[in-house]
């Protein structure tokens, strides 16, 4: 796996993110132990070139903890993340969340949760403003499904410093083509610049 991610790396100079995204939060179950895939992200972090490691807030601190001294020690940034594949949290809930994320030491706090309504994702996008504004570290997030489309286009205007879209298959519902994302993206800021 090592020499793969070296591999990738060598063909691109867009920036590489590694995840073993946790069963709770949607990832698919695999054998390793917890103990292992956190083993597994720190060889990463100190063997290969890989950019940034992504570990869920909602597993044990003593595992976020070893991770983040890997991430700095070996100069990756580490996101802490959270996902919801049933609903948009309050958002009070989503703000603690994003504060746990700093005090863990995260350098990014990212958001993915399900909108049950378009009401929902405009609520993700006030509140990725209002955690934008509080905390001191950059912030992400994206509202899934195909009602959440419209988070991953403008999140920019509201904070959001990354988004996701698919290159191949899709790892999220909702996620666009990256291709068409980047167009929406570059025509929403040459449309309305001044939120840059």
């Given at each position: 796996m090592l020499g793969l991610i070296q591999e990738i790396k060598a063909k691109t100079d867009i920036p590489l993110l590694f995840t073993i995204r946790a069963v709770h939060e949607g990832g698919e179950k695999i054998t390793l132990q917890e103990e292992e895939k956190v083993a597994l992200i720190c060889d990463v972090c100190e063997k290969t070139d890989v950019d940034i490691v992504d570990y869920e807030t909602s597993n044990e601190e003593k595992y976020v903890k070893q991770i983040r001294k890997a991430s700095k020690e070996n100069k990756k940034l580490f996101i802490l993340s959270y996902h919801n594949f049933?609903?948009?949290?309050?958002?009070?809930?989503?703000?603690?969340?994003?504060?746990?994320?700093?005090?863990?030491?995260?350098?990014?706090?990212?958001?993915?949760?399900?909108?049950n309504s378009k009401e929902d994702v405009f609520r993700l996008l006030e509140v990725t403003k209002t955690i934008d504004d509080i905390l001191d570290v950059p912030v992400v997030t994206m509202s899934m499904g195909?009602?959440?489309?419209?988070?991953?286009?403008v999140g920019w205007a509201y904070g959001s410093i990354i988004t996701f879209g698919v290159g191949v298959e899709l790892s999220a519902p909702g996620q666009i083509p990256v291709k068409k994302l980047r167009e929406a993206i570059q025509l929403t800021q040459e449309l309305v610049p001044s939120w840059e």
């Open positions: 049933d609903e948009t949290p309050s958002n009070e809930e989503i703000v603690e969340r994003a504060k746990q994320a700093e005090a863990l030491d995260g350098d990014i706090a990212k958001f993915a949760v399900m909108p195909d009602i959440g489309g419209l988070s991953r286009i």
